[in-house]
């Protein structure tokens, strides 16, 4: 920067006194680098202070400012390597530029005159760039970014604190919103998002959002996988989400004309009166809103007396979707691994664990954390595995297993008394005995004592011996107030060799009473006489 005449020459008289660099910035009231850097020059111009100070104004500034001379006749330069060199997208001009001065130190050409001529050169060789224009449709999509310039603002106790600017905009009509947060974290990102499609009335069917980590889990030119929080609120309001392609704004071109204006007409505004006051977060959004609405209002030209509220209130707002009957509610989210119990845990609840299916072992989940849920949800697809009443209590069960996920081994160990008595009956034990049985077992010996006799009971005893003998049986030991499996298993034991015993086996042709069997006769049958 060149300084003018006047300051020039007040810094060479102070320094013919002999006065210090600190000492001239301050009476001058400068600052104390640019003094440095004028004394640079007046040692490099080869002069003492007195003979700088008996030049003309004219004089003086070309012998301080030389002119670079600039290099008219460029046919050396071989602009086509350098071109086909910036397709290399770690490479700009000023790269070229400099590597062009050291490999010609004599080529003694400014920067702002070797990109001039670059672009002239490419727009005789290569023909000016071809832009796609891009096609809108009423109510189809809303396109999202932040602000690239942070607000300043200070609060009621004095303290200065920087906003960050979310802007949202309806491509068709130019409609935009702007909204000042905190930080640009997910969650901020979500509340500008349902403060959009408050202030709009409405949602689109398509969500366009940035490539930014807090929104997009994988980047791909095609199609680009959202986060699990994104997709969530997305559900919710029936759209469908879209990122863009990595380092191509043109799907989001309208939202970066959006950042422009709000930089000029809202940001700039509010900036031109002086510092911005707000009690807090709220009450700047407030002063935002009202140069929103004022921006909305303004004519697009001159020509045309028609304004981007106008155009989105008569076209597109008729076609946007109702909003939810509930607002979508901001929660948090975390990435968890079940572990080989098919439970993920929550350390901030206090160490509670909540269920999910069992093929999910070892594998990552998305988990959303609401004041009153704990929604569970599949990391590849966003099916909603698991839906927990969340628990904050520090003592108590702290395992929480739904009836879905619970495993074979785990449903045999929460059977129910009617699932036993049912056991009981289609095997042929008569009904009252095995309800009064299994009831008075329960009653005396708790669910877990209860659960692994009965379950022993069916799988043995129900299929080793007679259902007459174990109704017996099982009628005797509710006489005795007697329920282990071991008495049970000795009772069966003993009416079937009592039965055993009582059997009469007769030889002498004549069935017995109790057994009508008849012996077929055939050659090999012994006769006795």
Partial sequence: MRLPVSIIRAILTLLQQ????????????????????????????????????????????????????????????????????????????????????????????????????????????????????????????????????????????????????????????????????????????????????????????????????????????????????????????NITPWSCKPYSPQEKNRVEASVRLVQTWVQGQLESVGPVFAKNLMYLNKRILEKVVELNARPLSAAKQISREKRFLEEELPLLNPLPETKYEVCDWLILVVDKSHCIKIHRDKGHRYSVPASYVHKKVNVRLSDEEVRIFDADTHKEIGCHQRCYEERGCKTHILEAHLTESEKNRRREPQYFVSQFVKKGVQEAVARNYVDELWTNSGDFVSRQRLHAVTRKLLYMYCPEILTEAMAEAIEFRQFSYKFLKELVELKEQQRLRQTNFNFSGNPSEEYDYVTPSHNNVRKYE
């Fill in 18 to 237: 002999k006065k210090s660099c600190r000492f001239i910035a301050s009476t001058i009231g400068i600052s104390k680098s640019v003094v440095n850097k004028l004394n640079k020059r007046i040692h490099a111009s080869g002069q003492s202070v007195d003979e700088l100070c008996a030049l003309s104004d004219k004089a003086l500034l070309l012998k301080l400012y030389p002119r670079k001379k600039a290099l008219k006749n460029l046919n050396d330069v071989d602009w086509a390597s350098i071109c086909q060199w910036l397709n290399n997208k770690h490479v700009n001009l000023l790269v070229a530029y400099e590597s062009l001065l050291s490999q010609k130190p004599s080529f003694d050409i400014s920067y702002p005159y070797f990109c001039r001529k670059y672009r002239e050169w490419r727009k005789e060789n290569k023909g000016a760039p071809v832009i796609t224009n891009n096609t809108y449709i009423a109510g189809e999509k809303m396109e999202i970014d932040y602000s690239g310039d942070l607000l300043p603002w200070i609060d009621e106790l004095g303290e200065i604190h920087k906003a960050h600017i979310f802007v949202a905009c309806l491509p068709y009509s130019g409609y935009l919103f702007a909204y000042a947060t905190a930080d640009e974290k997910t969650a901020s990102w979500v509340e500008g998002v349902i403060a959009a499609f408050d202030f709009c009335g409405g949602c689109p069917k398509v969500l366009v959002v940035d490539n930014a980590k807090a929104l997009v889990r994988t980047a791909s030119k095609e199609e680009g996988t959202v986060t699990a929080i994104v997709k969530d609120l997305c559900d919710h309001y």
